[in-house]
């Protein structure tokens, strides 16, 4: 009996269009087909073996768990899987990946035997509908398919397969060489079935994709591996038809094992987004880039007064928050959400996130759009009228709106880079009018954001909780960062928001602001430590010429990642593992931006 793994058992793999994870024992516990936000036909990451699951791998006494591999690895750079099991009968691979799709989407799994003879077993157990609903499963010639409304999902083999107890399964033995493969190809129920896969075409052309855009890469620096490594994750999250990218390619995975704080991450936050194409271009991938900006162009449309905070993959306004009460949860962390109802928060640091990859697609040298600087502009005619209005945050807690700090800065890098823009002649604007309201935020929250005598940034106006997002005012260019209340606002983040290990949290998410107010983001429970600002302190650290220490914190972060190179949303320094949903975009960019950062600093010269 397969029970999900650890967060960190798991290995992704991914078409550009979706993605699976697939567990240390060979089992693909979460697959939506045919979009990284459809429903899923293998849910068991949030409920049990009854959810849909396929496992591929040793053949093992029923009821018994199934073995783990040896090791594992991605073939060379790419999103190529192998996993290796030494048997007591011989050793065997099992290669997994998804080909970049042209046609139907294809989840391809090889079977090759490496020495001796290795009884093998593929079961697999389709469930549709985030595993609520059971197909309907026959043969159509040698093919099996499995029906359910609107979708059909096709199995093929070259070994016998049977149906048993509503799961087809296929057993073998593999020598020296055998390969056997298997391939599931989705298609809609009511279309022509898909065309017969290739599977070892396949997975050469899909080694040649990854190679190829690999190559690309600009960064040579000591931390190549980690670098490519996060590199290739982000591609994998990105939604290939429109550019838009996903935060991450799962939902409900818990911020606190067994809690509620568990969300669907599987849509494009512009802040992700942007943050992301930051390191793409900082890294020499401008067509990303280019097709990242055409989304947003698309997404926002001529509506910037109503922006959203996160979109659809395709640009979808309608995210609506649900709850799968038939899924247990991971770990039986519930509920499990679809969709999310942060979509129309109002968070002002947006404005600031998005104008800041706009700016640096202009300052690389990315190809001119002339309504690209029209949209900057009505972003900053907005931000005129209500940037001093209270919001929920670059956190989207679900308690009152605030003055954020965070927000506040960001408003004001919005504002810095249009000017910066004008000043550039590249588009025409009031210039002297945006200058004076540059300097009007940029006193409100040195004097209503900044506790004079801790020395240091508030999380917001009349607070004197801290939060992790001030570690981003010198990395904006807010403050330089010799600036006294910098300096005091990074040491004072290390007393009260560091863990034992020197990681970061977010904020306190318990106690009371000034007002009384508890449980500050509105939610009960505690989470991890946020590694995207245990990243952010690591460079704050560099800047203000604390360099081995930032070398050191980086290291430690490097160190959490999984044996694949691979991070979730949060570190739980409690259980000592990796928490939130996995891999995040939000962890991997920062992970980018600190190595470039420390290798431009010569912090890893012998």
């Known amino acids: 009996m397969h029970v999900a793994g650890r967060i960190e058992d798991y290995a992704l793999i991914g078409d550009m269009q979706t993605a699976a994870l697939v567990c240390i024992d060979g089992t693909v516990d979460w697959l ?14 949030l409920g049990t073996e009854e959810h849909g699951f396929w496992r591929v791998g040793p053949a093992h006494r029923p009821g ?12 060379g750079d790419s999103l190529v899987l192998e996993s290796e099991w030494d048997t007591g009968r011989g050793t065997v691979r099992v290669i997994d990946f998804m080909p970049p799709r042209d046609g139907a989407p294809q989840l391809v799994r090889i079977v090759e035997g490496v020495s001796g003879r290795v009884p093998m077993c593929s079961t697999l157990r389709m469930r549709f509908a985030y595993g609520q609903v059971v197909p309907w499963v026959h043969k159509v010639g040698d093919r099996t398919v499995a029906v359910a409304g609107p979708d059909s999902v096709w199995l093929d083999t070259d070994v016998d397969t049977y149906g048993q107890d509503l799961t087809t399964y296929s057993e073998f033995t593999v020598g020296p060489g055998d390969r056997v493969a298997f391939t599931i190809s989705w298609e809609a129920s009511h279309k022509p079935q898909p065309s017969l896969p290739e599977p070892e075409v396949a997975l050469t052309n899909t080694e040649d994709f990854w190679r190829d855009w690999v190559e690309q890469c600009t960064y040579t620096g000591p931390y190549r591996e980690a670098v490519v490594r996060s590199l290739i994750t982000l591609k994998a999250l990105t939604y290939a038809p429109t550019g838009g990218i996903v935060a991450a390619p799962t939902t409900s995975l818990p911020e606190d094992i067994g809690g509620v704080r568990n969300w669907d991450y599987r849509f494009t936050w512009l802040r992700d987004a942007a943050i992301t194409l930051s390191s793409l271009l900082r890294t020499g991938y401008r067509e990303e880039a280019r097709a990242w900006r055409e989304w947003l162009l698309r997404a926002v449309a001529g509506d910037p007064e109503n922006l959203q905070i996160m979109y659809g993959i395709a640009g979808e306004r309608e995210l609506g928050e649900n709850e799968l009460h038939w899924l247990p949860g991971y770990e039986n962390s519930s509920p499990v959400r679809i969709g999310n109802g942060a979509a129309h928060q109002l968070q002002l640091d947006v404005y600031g996130e998005v104008t800041e990859a706009l700016h640096l697609g202009h300052m690389t040298g990315l190809a001119r759009n002339d309504y690209a600087s029209v949209l900057q ?59 004076a309201l540059r300097d009007e935020i940029h006193a409100d929250v040195c004097e209503k954001g900044y506790d004079r005598e801790r020395n240091t940034f508030t999380q917001s106006y009349g607070s004197k909780e801290l939060d992790a997002s001030l570690l981003l005012i010198p990395q904006m260019g807010f403050l330089p960062p010799d600036d006294k209340r910098v300096i005091g606002t990074i040491e004072a983040i290390q007393r009260e928001l560091s863990t034992e290990d020197g990681f970061v949290l977010r904020y306190p998410t318990s106690g009371s602001d000034a007002s009384g107010e508890q449980n500050l983001d509105g939610l009960p429970g505690d989470e991890g430590a946020f590694l995207a600002c245990s990243f952010w302190l690591a460079d704050d650290l560099a800047m203000i010429g604390r360099v081995e220490e930032a070398r050191r914190l980086f290291e430690k972060l490097l160190a959490l990642r999984n044996d694949l190179g691979l991070l979730a949303e949060e570190w739980d320094p409690r259980r000592q593992r990796q928490v939130g949903n996995f891999p995040q975009a939000f962890s991997h960019v920062p992970l980018i931006d600190t190595a470039l950062r420390l290798t431009a600093c010569g912090a890893f010269r012998a």
Do not use: Q
């Not at 087909?33 to 849910?43: G, K, M, Q």
């Not at 199934?66 to 090791?71: E, G, L, S, Y």
């Open 32 to 45: 939506c087909l045919p979009r990284f936000d459809s429903p899923a036909v293998f849910a068991g990451l």
């Open 64 to 75: 018994a768990e199934p073995p783990r591999a040896t090791r594992r690895r991605y073939r």
């Open 377 to 435: 502009l009505k972003l900053i005619r907005y931000l005129e009228k209500h940037w001093n209005e209270p919001d929920e945050g670059i956190w989207e807690v679900r308690g009152p709106r605030r003055h954020f700090v965070h927000s506040k800065v960001m408003a004001w890098v919005a504002v810095d880079r249009t000017v910066k823009l004008i000043e550039s002649g590249e588009v025409d604007g009031p210039l002297e009018r945006f200058k």
